[in-house]
């Protein structure tokens, strides 16, 4: 599939960047989620740990658009 570029208020935008919006809100939620459970007191280096969730969930944001 191949994907197209996305009008907002007569903007063309990337379709990636609301991939990355939409990846940067749910992996928020993810980690506001850890925080609670304890899970990022369990990471070595807390600031890598979240990068490394958000690209995990941007990957993933990716491929489900890509299904759709």
């Not at 191949?2 to 208020?9: D, L, S, T, W």
């Not at 939620?29 to 807390?46: E, F, I, K, M, Y």
Request: proline residues 4%.
């Amino acid at each position: 599939m191949r994907y197209a570029e996305v009008n907002i208020f007569g903007i063309y935008v990337s379709p990636f960047a609301p991939m990355m919006l939409l990846a940067w809100l749910l992996t928020t939620v993810l980690l506001r989620l850890g925080d609670r459970l304890g899970v990022t007191r369990q990471a070595w280096h807390p600031s890598l740990f979240n990068s490394a969730v958000y690209v995990i969930v941007l990957s993933a944001v990716v491929i489900v658009t890509g299904w759709l």
